[in-house]
């Protein structure tokens, strides 16, 4: 399969790409220059132009591009990026993609705090934090393609990342005895993740959209993965149990 793949140089990018790598044909953007072994292609995903020149020739797209902080270029990365995709998947004939963004552009702070056992099938709820409502309105745009176009739509959903050896995470050291956020999962399952989604035969997936919770398996139940589980044959290898588990005084 021949994969374009948007901001490979972001947080997500190095391990998704070494998972995928041997197994399919990529091709590496990102609005930064890169050195790497595959075809590489300066793209702004801001720039339909840029993205769809870059899609030529692909059978799938994985966008792992975001930008959180700056109200004008979130919205250029994170909603206007879903779309121009959207639109080179449709230029190009390409029918897979597959989308990536942060756990509360589904499910906000009501859910969070009241809730448990929560999906990825229920009523979206983003709030009004400008990280979840650009990722949310991208995601929407996905579905809307999804139900007038040959596209399938697969979103996966993240939020904190480990080593899995140093259990150290992107922002600071090893975060031992420490209460682990709901959403927590390993860079090498995140990247597992994602190609079980691209690997899967579209015969398999019940919808042209499906979302998916990528965690690890947690004690507290806030969350449900057991669609990830079940639709994309996908298994946590880490537990983090180390970061988690407190010692007996």
Known sequence: MKILILGGNGMLGPPVIDNLSGRHELRITDINELETEHDYR?????????????????????????????R?????????????????????GIRRLINTGPHFQLAGRNYEEFNFELTPDMPPQPGTRLYAITKALGQEI??????????????????????????????????????LTPFSVSWTDAAQAIRCALELPFAKLPSRCETYYIFTDLPHQKFDNSKTRAQLGWRPRHFLEGVWTKPIA
């Open 42 to 70: 300066q793209v702004d995903v801001s720039n339909l132009e840029q993205v769809v020149d870059a899609a030529e020739g692909m059978d799938a797209i994985v966008n792992l591009s975001v930008l959180r902080p700056h």
């Open 142 to 179: 996905l579905k809307v393609f999804s139900e007038h176009e040959d596209i399938y739509v697969q979103t996966l959903l993240f939020y904190n990342f480990y080593d899995a050896e140093t259990l150290s995470a992107p922002n600071g050291g090893p975060r031992i005895g420490t209460d």
């Open 72 to 92: 004008q270029i979130a919205f250029d990365v994170n909603t206007r990026g879903n779309y121009n995709m959207a639109i080179a998947a449709k230029t190009h």
